[in-house]
């Protein structure tokens, strides 16, 4: 496929994640929380996580928020790819979309739909648009309490 075709392909699922995303909302119930914030573009990213029975494996992953179709997009390709992984799965995603956003490989053929996102990295002010759903993950992975999100994470120190 040519490179043109393949950058309109890319653009075209960024768009249709945008503008029909298929996990905004709110989990119920509600096993993990955590506010994401980048300020240099305004992008806000609310992330509820809802875990199995034995609070091992991620069920779901919602969003709700304001952003640019990037920002947005990554959230809704994010929720998608992280339901039925344990945390340390997640966790590993996480990084290697961190990663994959550094030029530094891609995902397997299981998480093609995340390798969409690799154009992005492409240009570099936009690379903390990606990832902020992804480090607001993160967080709310590494918290074992819905209390300990009251305040915004950013991204801004680690691109």
């Not at 905004?24 to 199995?52: A, F, K, M, W, Y």
């Amino acid at each position: 496929m040519a490179l043109d075709n393949l950058r309109k392909l890319y653009q075209q699922v960024i768009l249709e994640h945008y503008k029909k995303p298929r996990h905004r909302g709110i989990t119920d119930p509600v096993h993990r929380h955590q506010r994401g914030h980048n300020p240099s573009c305004g992008d806000t990213i609310e992330l509820t996580v809802q875990l199995e029975e034995s609070e091992r494996q991620i069920a779901a992953v919602k969003f709700e928020g304001e952003g640019c179709a990037i920002a947005m997009a990554s959230a809704d390709l994010m929720a998608d790819a992280m339901r039925g992984k344990t945390i340390p799965e997640a966790l590993q995603m996480v990084q290697s979309f961190q990663n994959m956003m550094k030029g530094e490989g891609e995902f397997p053929r299981e998480h093609r739909k995340l390798n969409v996102m690799q154009g992005v990295a492409q240009f570099p002010v936009r690379i903390k648009c990606a990832t902020l759903t992804w480090h607001t993950l993160k967080a709310a992975l590494e918290h074992q309490s819905v209390e300990s999100a009251d305040e915004f994470v950013s991204n801004e120190e680690n691109n």
